[in-house]
């Protein structure tokens, strides 16, 4: 599995930063009969009172690879909106595998905060 690492600034949130990190569908990869993908948060873990990281899954085109999954956030409250993008692709293929998105929030308030995980469109 190849993860790759951006930085994005803050959206209107005082201070935090927010490091992403995309893997690929990984050589391991291998659909069972009847599996179903599942998407969604799957951790979330305090590294410090002011870092936090969250692991979530997405299920995308197995064309895209690591570096065309980008992100974003906002913060309204306690809840936490976690977006990922990827580009158009005309060139997509027949399947669909899970990728590892992480998450990694720097100066935030250490508190309880809900997630939501969505796509957004590519401008």
Same mark, same amino acid.
């Given at each position: 599995v190849v993860l790759l690492s951006a930085c994005a600034e803050p959206n209107d949130d005082k201070g935090v930063k927010l490091e992403f990190l995309a893997g690929g569908c990984g050589d391991d990869f291998a659909p069972r009969a009847g599996w179903r993908p599942e998407e969604g948060v799957k951790s979330e873990v305090w590294l410090d009172n002011t870092t936090l990281r969250i692991k979530a899954s997405v299920i995308l085109n197995c064309?895209?690879? /690591?570096?065309?999954? =980008? /992100?974003?956030?906002k913060i309204a409250g306690d809840e936490i909106t976690l977006?990922?993008?990827t580009p158009a692709? /005309?060139?997509l293929v027949r399947c669909i595998c899970p990728h590892e998105i992480?998450? =990694?929030f720097h100066n935030l308030p250490k508190k309880e905060y809900s997630f939501n995980l969505v796509y957004q469109e590519p401008e």
């Open positions: 064309a895209f690879k /690591s570096r065309d999954i =980008t /992100s974003n956030y977006i990922y993008i692709n /005309s060139e992480i998450y =990694t």
